[in-house]
């Protein structure tokens, strides 16, 4: 993640402005940050993580989806989070351009170079949204940090790996498991790449 270094504070007007280019921009506190498209691990947990997601779009509790996907929160400019599920009491915040809200999950694919921003800045910023879980999947450690916001705070419920699982108590009881989800990427792609 590269935080596009100049003087200016940067609206959601800016924001719209931006090319489209294939990279991701994303506007938090007034900061630009930009990052290239992600890579094919990035992309195939994203899509299989997706999947597991939709099963509770299928179910009627709410409505999955996947970066590009402009969500903002108030007091915030535009975020794009890799994944994200807006539960059906929250359609009110679905717009036909973008998220005008705070959904009911967020969740984040660690890429190379961008950890800390996904770890701090994206944290401490759904943190302060009142985002009410956040969800970190790391392809080369395999594992997936399942947090609940608590008093403005996230807690862990869950730090899987893949010899873990975990039927999460309020998605509907959404079983969680690294293992599952890693086996199902192509063998030829590589996290440490």
């Given at each position: ?117 996904d770890r701090v800045t994206k944290l401490n910023k759904y943190a302060h949204c ?64």
């Open positions: 993640m590269l935080n596009v270094q100049d003087e200016k504070f940067w609206t959601y007007a800016d924001y719209c402005k931006l090319p489209e280019d294939g990279k991701r921009y994303e506007v938090i506190d007034g900061v630009l940050y930009m990052s290239p498209s992600p890579k094919s691990i990035h992309q195939a947990l994203s899509k299989y993580l997706q999947f597991l997601l939709f099963s509770l779009e299928q179910a009627g509790h709410g409505w999955v989806f996947a970066a590009p996907m402009d969500v903002i929160m108030p007091g915030a400019t535009p975020v794009q989070p890799d994944l994200l599920f807006v539960g059906v009491q929250q359609r009110q915040i679905l717009t036909r351009d973008n998220v005008q809200g705070v959904p009911m999950l967020l969740v984040e694919i660690l890429s190379a170079g961008r950890q800390g921003y009142s985002v009410p879980h956040y969800w970190i999947l790391d392809p080369v450690s395999r594992t997936l940090e399942v947090m609940r916001l608590d008093g403005g705070t996230y807690r862990t419920l869950a730090a899987l790996d893949s010899g873990s699982q975990f039927v999460h108590p309020d998605f509907w009881d959404l079983k969680l498991d690294v293992a599952e989800l890693f086996a199902q990427v192509p063998a030829e792609i590589d996290p440490e790449d």
